[in-house]
């Protein structure tokens, strides 16, 4: 059984800070990771995903995630946030092949900018 | 415009009258679901079909009903609405179950009062 915790439903940071959001997956075979953005009356978006090799991913919009299999961990980070970033952010973790099929998404992040 | 669309985007309803839920993808793709999100449950999946005539359940299957009679159409079906059934619902298409990015609609916001 596969299962992810975000840490913390509302991450609120200053415009031009940097954005951190927490993710701990549980999976009985190496994971495929995914982070999705939902924009306000939107659909999901993916933002960037993790199958295998390079730990650091790089995603749309200046986001990145690291793969930290001994912390199995899939923190979001972004350097310098910006308004349009507010958003609800999702960690998803897929454990029967990677793809759509048998995904398990985390219970969101809504991120708040503060201008 | 490749795009999965969704009709309507908002409805009302009363307990107990039957309701579908239009999805359409013009993208060709095998792969369909829906799912519903509810705040801080995140997003569950309620049923999934990987091609034509081909459905099964997700997580959440209780009091919906689906078909996959085309290959772009996947229509959710409320065939007794409830107002545990009030919730943001979402459709999704991948080219396969395999293929990592899913394409959402932008949802449909249900009330059944």
């Known amino acids: 059984a596969q299962s992810v915790t975000q840490l913390g439903s509302h991450v609120s940071v200053s415009e031009g800070a940097l954005v951190l959001l927490r993710c701990n997956y549980s999976?009985?075979?190496?994971?495929?990771l995914f982070w999705y953005v939902q924009y306000p009356n939107q659909g999901l978006q993916l933002l960037l995903k993790?199958?295998?090799?390079?730990?650091l991913v790089k995603g749309i919009n200046g986001f990145e995630a690291e793969f930290k299999k001994s912390e199995t961990s899939f923190h979001l980070t972004k350097p310098s946030a910006h308004m349009s970033d507010a958003a609800e952010y999702f960690c998803?973790?897929?454990?029967?092949?990677?793809?759509?099929?048998?995904?398990?998404f985390g219970k969101g992040t809504h991120l708040i900018i503060q201008p | 415009e490749a795009q999965v669309t969704q009709n309507p985007r908002y409805l009302i309803t009363v307990t107990g009258k039957k309701l579908t839920v239009t999805c359409s993808q013009n993208?060709?793709?095998?792969?369909m679901s829906w799912y519903r999100q509810d705040p801080g449950l995140g997003l569950r999946q309620i049923y999934y079909?990987?091609?034509?005539?081909?459905?099964d359940k997700g997580d959440v299957p209780e009091g919906y009903k689906v078909s996959r009679k085309e290959k772009r159409n996947f229509p959710l079906i409320l065939e007794s609405p409830s107002p545990n059934q009030t919730s943001l619902y979402f459709c999704?298409?991948?080219?396969?179950?395999?293929?990592?990015?899913?394409?959402f609609g932008p949802g449909t916001r249900l009330t059944v009062t």
């Open positions: 079909s990987m091609n034509v005539e081909v459905t």
């Open positions: 993790y199958t295998t090799g390079a730990t």
């Open positions: 999976s009985s075979v190496p994971p495929y």
């Open positions: 998803a973790v897929s454990d029967s092949g990677g793809g759509a099929d048998g995904l398990t």
């Open positions: 993208m060709n793709h095998e792969y």
């Open positions: 999704a298409s991948s080219r396969t179950r395999l293929s990592y990015e899913q394409y």
